[in-house]
């Protein structure tokens, strides 16, 4: 059983190379149309460049798991901006799809807090679905084969009407975004067995959120879900997907911590290595790769378990 570690967005290590610059709209409307697409062109072409420097660090570094931010493209699904950043960068694009399958790293994408597919206006809807027309364009651009995580969105006044709009919605996507798309447990509305039944109606892989799962839930125990969960993904060629985050302090428990509790997190190691399942573990922290890292250092001395390149391997007896 492998279970391989990755973090999001950005390297702390790497200070010099965030691929997230961006521009406000405010900011656009105040230069001219050429000054403005000249700007959009030097932002994008420093963040193409920068995003190759993360995914080689990620590569030296022998981290194979990364979430990469759909912010790589300056105002990119901005309703009022027209800004070609396909045809004249897919030198560039391809570049970077081709160091992703090179160094072999599971990448996906989060969407904002603005795509809320289970909205009841219908302009907020649509705007939803071209954000995820616009990941799927990243995909395409990059030719790979990636995920997008949504939550399932708002409660309003019913939470099953809205999961029912939810699937309505999610239903009438293109096919090819649909194949995409994978639900995650959230922290307030949606537990574990909401989006759990949901995926299984839906037949789309679910993400568990550990630290999610801790702050909303009806106190069901995690071990009587997790092979069904798991199920989720039997068809999808890859390993189940886990979201961990320790919280920022008793006072504040939803919120993320910098670093990874590590005694909280060997312990669900243990309950997860009750399965025969190959896992990959997403690192939510305010310090990034940072955070990972250490982890990794106090498991090696703390840990029963066998930590090799960034990654945990428990072998059965």
Known sequence: MKIRLGYVALSLTLTDT?????????????????????????????NLKNFQTILKYNYQNKIEFFRFSPTIVPLATHPKVNFDYLTPY?????????LITKYQIRVDTHPDQYCILNSKDPHIVNNSINILKYHQTLFKAMNIKSQIILHIGAKY???????????????????????????????????????????????????????HYKCNNEKEKIEDYLSQIFATWKNTGLPPKIHFSSPKSHSNPRAHSDYINYQDFIKFIKILSTYSQDIDIMLECKAKDEALFRLIRQLKIYSPFIIKNNSITIKKD
Request: charged share 25%.
């Open 18 to 46: 965030s691929y997230c610059h961006t521009m406000t709209y405010s900011k656009f409307q105040k230069l001219s149309s050429e000054e403005a697409q000249q700007r959009l062109h030097q932002i994008l072409t420093q």
């Open 90 to 98: 897919q030198k560039e694009w391809s570049k970077i799809g081709k």
């Open 157 to 211: 006044n019913s939470k099953k009407e809205s999961i029912d709009r939810f699937i309505h919605n999610f239903t009438n996507l293109p096919q090819e975004i649909k194949k995409l798309i994978i639900l995650e447990n959230d922290d307030k509305i949606y537990n574990i067995k909401d989006t759990l039944t949901i995926c299984q109606k839906l037949n789309i892989p679910m993400v568990l959120d550990y630290h």
